[in-house]
């Protein structure tokens, strides 16, 4: 996925950091950044997808992706996890995070 950063205000007024990937499809879609993980040598995102509304902010989705991120060059990529069992363990992690912080 290719990557393209972009700041708007979430519509709390929060300035969030907002990025735009592009599938395989050729699908653009905007996140925003929620946490870093790591585990067994790789990091991982969580983000949240957004959408851009008319004036600028940004409207969260609820909905939560986990991506391997890499970096090439000074470059960041992001990628989704493809080996299933790598994305349940990255996952477990998560909902461990989260459920420490209720």
């Known amino acids: ?10 519509e709390h007024d929060e300035e969030l950091e907002v990025f735009v990937l592009t599938d395989d499809k050729g699908e653009e ?5 929620v946490a870093e993980i790591e585990d067994e040598g790789k990091t991982y995102w969580v983000c949240e997808e957004v959408e851009i509304q008319e004036d600028g902010s940004a409207k969260e989705s609820g909905e939560l992706y986990l991506f391997e991120k890499t970096e090439e060059d000074g470059e960041l990529y992001l990628s989704s996890i493809d080996d299933d069992e790598e994305f349940e363990r990255v996952s477990k992690i998560w909902e461990n995070f989260i459920g420490m912080e209720e």
Not at 29 to 33: D, G, L, M, P
């Open 1 to 10: 996925m290719h990557e393209h950063d972009h700041e708007h205000h979430h």
């Open 29 to 33: 879609k905007a996140f925003v950044f």
